[in-house]
């Protein structure tokens, strides 16, 4: 498989991943703007793009995914609990399913807290193994830190469902398993964001000092630290479910 990670606008991270060997590839958290590469990238590799990904609808930055998905002819997803509230057909995803690639799987975990539709994708090489090499994390379980509860009214709740989302699905993965996050430092999806844009699920259990609260202070923890909001946050939002 090849695989790139994209550093670009308000400290997020982009990916484009697949399969030479099928010429196909899915772009995951585009943001408004680098459309371009993507396809710059797709034309390098020779691939088609036949999914874009959005880990949940964003509100701390424009997401270029419909633009996207429209220029490359692929489908642009979101999670299933986007139904309803987002006014456009998109492809929905549900818990557990898996998107075949070519020779890579992409497998979608639910993982709600971030926003109520956040999803983690984990990703296996078929060339390399039967299980995971790395997993997306979104804004769900970022490098050194957690990502915010993105409702305002709702974080306290949200913040546990977080809770459960880790400890119940991201942290039973193995602990080899790379961790490739949705921001890095500088981003007001979460406080205390390293600069590294890797990890791996071993190191931040070890070392991701949210993960090892038992779930009341995490919740304390969690809602104590948020950041301002985005001031274009509700803007944001709207953009990406108006029809
Ligand atoms: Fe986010």
Redesign the pocket.
């Given at each position: 498989m090849f695989f790139r990670q994209l550093a670009t606008k308000e400290a997020t991270l982009s990916y484009f991943f697949g399969c030479a060997t099928y010429q196909v590839a899915v772009a995951i958290d585009p943001v408004l703007g680098d459309e371009d590469w993507f396809i710059e990238e797709a034309r390098k590799q020779n691939v088609k793009i036949t999914h874009v990904i959005d880990t949940?609808i964003?509100?701390?930055h424009y997401s270029g995914g419909r633009a996207l998905a429209k220029r490359c002819g692929g489908l642009y997803c979101l999670h299933e609990n986007g139904v309803g509230r987002v006014k456009f057909d998109f492809e929905s995803l549900r818990d557990g399913q898996r998107i075949d690639v070519g020779n890579v799987v992409v497998e979608v975990i639910h993982t709600p807290g971030?926003?109520p539709d956040s999803i983690c994708l984990a990703v296996t090489d078929r060339r390399r193994g039967d299980a995971p090499w790395f997993v997306l994390t979104?804004?769900s379980m970022l490098v050194g830190a957690i990502?915010r509860p993105?409702l305002a009214g709702r974080e306290r709740e949200l913040a546990g469902e977080l809770y459960d989302s880790l400890h119940r699905r991201i942290l039973t993965l193995p602990a080899e398993i790379e961790l490739y996050p949705?921001h890095t430092s500088g981003s007001a999806?979460g406080a205390g964001i390293s600069g590294k844009p890797v990890s791996t699920i071993g190191f931040e259990k070890r070392w991701n000092p949210m993960l090892s609260m038992e779930r009341g202070a995490f919740v304390e923890a969690l809602t104590k630290s948020i950041p301002p909001r985005p001031t274009e946050m509700d803007k944001m939002v709207a953009a990406h479910i108006a029809a």
């Open positions: 949940h964003h509100a701390d971030h926003t979104g804004d990502g993105d949705g999806c």
